[in-house]
């Protein structure tokens, strides 16, 4: 047999497992499976360097499945591969099976580096592993299968754009142009020119190629592999492809076929087959570290003295984390607004500008952690809102993250609402597994900063725009979930909580109230998940009033954080939650603080009014 | 004074007084003002067709500043047409003034339609403006003022390709391409062929232009104007255009220049003018209706006897709405799966296909609600994520949007976490002004559907994938803000609180405890912003304990929710909140349910374990 021959006995024995365990399953995508099954088998034989055996090596090729819905595609390759066998792939879709319904890093999965299933995230992504093997010249390439209807979502041309202007050399886009999307023919059709006209408009090689001719597949790789900058292969393909009932046909997608179905399409693909291959390994073998690995490494974080914008410290602290090698640090064009402009200064060739285009950033950030670098990505925490896909995205990839958002706040004054983070919290507390932290001085921002680079999950740090006074020395700990008590007497008979810049507007407060002879206890709660629940229902007990200030909605910030967890004992007294109700405009921080009510005069206030009978 | 140095004066007094409200702001950014001054100049004295005494007149074309940063050179257009005089351009920046730092509709700015200033976002609206426009044979155009740093954001292409897909032939976009962004030059700097020729890739004219030639302009905008699809006039320019010290120089974005810089600054440009423009009125009149105007059109609602999905009947009540000429539907290419194809069989030419680009469709979403459309926008809940800067900007713009998010949940099922909507409560409860629903069957769904077309700022429909049993009888009321108490009784000992698909567990629960001897009292929270406080806080007052039950992150939804209308009252009793706080796989639905403890046996254990002593 031929090598032809082979690969489309392979590509027949992808369809027919790929028909056979979505119609197991009762659920999935065949069709979109078919289009890409001689893609794949030529891919997989002859192309991917991948040591099955060793997954983490950081010398592998890197394949990722934009596509996400073709997963039976994709688990069918696995068992031609022997990652799996057939017993495990026919439990896909299953509950606690790995073998999921869009690929996902799962215990038992070790071959998916990155969760897909959210469309048009798969380049980007692939852009961040792209990047971070040029860095350390290991000689792989990454690979991205993307579907046509995908292309559509405009981080697939953020993406196109960064690769070629950062010289992505190594990265391979392969377009399964096969012209129909969920509901009926995508835009463009099998207008593979124009396809390929973007992708050249965008600075990237295009080649053209038929789908299912697996010697021009084979030759079109190889053109790629020469390549010297990224190279988008656009493949005209048929859904459906090889079964007559299925190939072009609208209706098909998303449907496992019946029982009875199946057994023609398999019998038209030529019946099931038991081929195995083996990829063809690298030549370069690299471990990946893990969690941790680098946590003792000395830091000589910054210390204050005097007032300093938290967003400074954390771009100072950043710049001291990049001893650690691991370390690279992304920006959406704002790195002398969030600082990270610090870390750049320090270390040129580990920070990526990634301009204005935040879903990008956040998904060469997830890129970037899949092949075992340590990213932190950065931009005003209003615009983190625009990559909130890729953070939950992220979350389901089990990825570590290290996301900054700057300029929190109606606390930033005069450039409106549009610039300010006001939601920021919400967001990243509703992510599985987040880690939230919020500081009120530059100690505690530069401690904070130093201990997200080994914390598991994605991480978010709020900062502000405004100088802030000195709270806490430098050195002093600052333990995730736990809080710092400011102010705490045995007559306390309220507490106030905050975080960041409102802090300190609770602090004035406290003190004037203190001054009437209403002792305040205050607690900067800088961990808002997990938040110090002990120390807030302690002083629940003691005080019988509590009262959150937070730059920020009502919704799902501090004030629910707060409530939460109180809720874990049984209820009682008070809370008065002051943030922000309405649309704020331009001002002085302190002209909007004041008519927010977080100035420290509206806070006692509100004490006040509280404690009236 | 001939034409040309007609434009030329006027352009020099929008650089002067650009220079002169910043500098009285003492912050802003001028020199972005600058480079477009021409662009604007010649843009408002001879092309825009703008009645500036009725700018709610649907007849006029729109302008989108979408680089929202040169808002200087915004408002000084607007004193330059008579809107504002020189006293109230003064007023730039300061607290309670609607010369907001970035353009934002808000009581005495009616010259403004849409909130800018994420950038990106101008022309993904303005497409919304022109299909709007399309639809009613409007004779308008719109003009969409673009920089060249927001090229970068996807959802520019997102917009571009969507443009020239629905031929939306009466969309002008200007690109001031000034070379510089905020930190230096941009990807692509003057080379004004590869912008043009992305846009072509796209489907696009593009024209390109010396952006200080203001006959060259003047003859670009003939063209533009004169074309049958969407035109890209791409304009080379200096940031900083006409002062020495500024022009084409780094370091000066989003900087106010000193009152001594700003003397000489205006000296170079020839000091200070009043020149005064009327824009040509356009030739038609047609009204704005206020909204709820059309809330007494009979609607043929659904009704249901058997069980029906709340997808299925969000659909079949939307297609019962397309009786109101106002209401338009728009799609991220799901709309077999969300049911908006229900609406686009009976109103295909109000339907609006936005493929697989959220951003894009909730974009062109606001653009219809600015000029008279009533936009309904639905995708999977889990894919609103993608465009959740637009959600937060729509309620900057205050905008009246209707969204639905289907498929939340881990109920789903086998299709895994990646189409899981799990956060989309916490991310729609944090959005200014928000309403948010869930409701649990078909009737309901189809009440709230309809009511959610007449109520103010941006309102979020949840629904399930799967079928749902009939609770309520059709033609049943839903107010807003309201619940329905579905077990209740004198001996209640807890309150099992939950919305949607979870609901019903809850109820099989309560009568399996109610067989045990545990009284449950039942609440269906539809209405889970604004919540009904008063229900749940007598609930906890005759019970002692609540447990809420949602298929969505233990944070920012429900539960927390029930906490924060609790905390209204002094604290008592008991809560528990039941959510998802682990990553989910794939799975049946009852069988990941289970999982979670969002089953009716899991719940009652829940129950049983908090009444046990």
């Known amino acids: 047999m031929d090598r032809t021959q082979e690969w489309n006995e392979l590509a027949a024995q992808l369809g027919v497992d790929s028909i056979r365990c979505s119609t197991a399953a009762g659920s999935g995508h065949p069709t979109s499976s078919l289009s890409a099954a001689h893609l794949a088998a030529v891919l997989f034989s002859d192309h991917l360097r991948f040591d099955v055996e060793d997954p983490a090596n950081l010398g592998n090729d890197r394949f990722v499945l934009s596509k996400g819905h073709a997963s039976p595609l994709f688990f069918s390759v696995l068992k031609a591969i022997g990652a799996i066998d057939d017993d495990q792939l026919l439990t896909f879709r299953k509950f606690g099976s790995p073998i999921q319904g869009h690929p996902a890093p799962a215990p038992g999965m070790p071959w998916v580096d990155v969760a897909t299933g959210s469309l048009g995230q798969g380049l980007p992504i692939g852009l961040g592993m792209a990047l971070a093997m040029g860095l350390d010249d290991l ?12 292309v559509a979502e405009g981080s697939v041309w953020e993406a196109m754009e960064n690769a070629s202007f950062h010289g992505a050399r190594n990265l391979i886009a392969i377009l399964d142009m096969n012209r129909l999307g969920q509901r009926g023919p995508t835009m463009l059709e099998w207008e593979g020119d124009r396809y390929a006209a973007r992708a050249e408009a965008f600075g990237w090689r295009a080649l053209r190629v038929d789908g299912h001719d697996v010697a021009g597949i084979d030759q079109a790789y190889r053109e790629a592999e020469d390549g010297d900058g990224p190279t988008l292969i656009v493949a005209r393909t048929e859904k459906g492809h090889g079964v007559s009932f299925l190939a072009n046909k609208e209706g098909w997608h998303g449907k496992a076929l019946s029982p009875d179905e199946a057994e023609k399409a398999i019998a038209e693909l030529g019946g099931v087959r038991d081929i195995a291959i083996t990829p063809q390994k690298p030549d370069v073998r690299v471990d990946r570290e893990p969690l941790g690995a680098r946590a003792d490494t000395p830091i000589d974080l910054p210390a204050y003295e005097e007032a300093q914008a938290t967003r400074k410290a954390f771009g100072e602290a950043l710049a001291a984390l990049a001893a650690r090698p691991d370390v690279v640090a992304l920006d959406g064009e704002v790195a002398n607004s969030t600082h990270t402009e610090d870390f750049q200064k ?11 285009a935040e879903q990008a950033m956040l998904g060469a950030a997830v890129g970037f952690q899949a092949v075992g670098k340590n990213p932190f990505a950065a931009t005003f925490g209003a615009f983190l809102t625009r990559a909130y896909d890729f ?26 609402p549009s610039q300010m983070a006001l939601e920021d919290l919400a967001m990243m507390r509703a992510v599985h597994g987040s880690t939230v932290l919020y500081p009120a001085d530059a100690n505690a921002t530069a401690e904070l900063t130093k201990a997200m680079a080994d914390l598991p999950g994605i991480v978010y ?14 050195g002093e700990a600052f333990p995730v979930g736990g809080s710092k008590t400011l102010r705490s007497g045995g007559d306390d008979r309220v507490t106030l909580v905050s975080a960041g810049v409102t802090l300190y ?53 501090i004030g629910d954080a707060v409530l939460s967890a109180l809720a874990e004992d049984p ?43």
Chains 1, 2 share one sequence.
């Open 461 to 474: 740090l709020r900062t502000t725009r405004e100088k802030t006074g000195k709270l806490y020395d430098a």
């Open 571 to 613: 209820l009682q007294g008070r809370v008065v939650s002051i943030g922000v109700t309405e649309m704020p405009g331009s001002g002085s921080p302190e002209e909007l603080r004041d008519w927010a009510g977080l100035s420290a005069a509206k806070i006692a206030d509100r004490v006040r009014a509280a404690l009236s009978p």
């Open 391 to 416: 953070v939950r995205m992220a979350a389901v990839s089990r990825a570590n993250l290290r996301l900054c958002g700057s300029h929190a706040g109606i606390s930033i004054g005069e450039d409106g």
């Open 139 to 150: 000689p792989g390439r990454v690979w991205v299968l993307m579907g046509d209807s995908e």
């Open 346 to 356: 320090v270390a040129p060739e580990r920070f990526f500008e990634m301009y204005i």
């Open 505 to 557: 507007e609770s602090l004035a407060a406290a003190d004037a109230l203190a001054a009437e002879g209403i002792a305040c206890r205050v607690i900067d709660v800088y961990s808002i998940k997990p938040i110090d629940g002990a120390t807030l229902r302690k002083a629940m007990a003691d005080t019988g009033l509590i009262v959150t200030v937070e730059d920020h909605l009502l919704e799902g910030g």
